[in-house]
């Protein structure tokens, strides 16, 4: 039977430009063992004695160089089986969001892009990043829809 662990997080950073939200797509390394040069959104694993915010705070700065405004919980989770391990993942989804727009990323990844909901979901390699860009997006539009997100205070 598969063991179920949650070591992992994503985090969707955005940014308002012209009234319009961006999102911030990462490419991996093409000398990444796994999934090298597609495009995807910030993850990380969760680091002994941090919390799954924390590792997503942590993440957007060590793989973008960006300071975080506000953080926000999505209302659902990621889940995905690996083989390898025998293991099923829940991932924590966030949403950050940020003013800055100079990107300095990290080794593990090559390029990077600030793309509208539409751009960003069709260059997402994962169906859940394309759906939850879509989801985040909708959601960040009206004060009304936001309050489904839960924000964290740090």
């Known amino acids: 039977m598969p063991k179920i662990n949650s070591i992992y997080i994503e985090c969707y950073v955005a940014r308002k430009f012209k009234g319009k939200f961006k999102f911030l ?3 991996r390394a093409e000398n990444d063992k ?26 957007v700065k060590e793989e973008s160089g960006l300071n975080p405004e506000r953080l926000f919980v999505l209302p659902h989770t990621t889940t995905f089986y690996s083989p390898r391990t ?10 950050c969001i940020v003013d800055e727009a100079d ?33 985040i997006e909708s959601n960040l539009r ?3 829809r936001l309050k489904t997100f839960t924000e964290i205070k740090f």
């Open 25 to 27: 797509l990462l490419k």
């Open 34 to 59: 796994l999934y090298p040069g597609i495009w995807q959104i910030i993850t990380g694993r969760i680091e002994k004695g941090e919390k799954a915010f924390e590792t997503a705070l942590r993440e």
């Open 86 to 95: 025998d293991s099923i993942s829940l991932i924590p989804l966030f949403v």
């Open 103 to 135: 990107v300095t990323i990290s080794d593990e990844h090559s390029e990077f892009m600030w793309l509208d909901v539409q751009k960003a979901s069709q260059k997402l390699y994962f169906k859940s990043q394309k759906e939850n860009v879509k989801f």
């Open 142 to 144: 009206t004060k009304e």
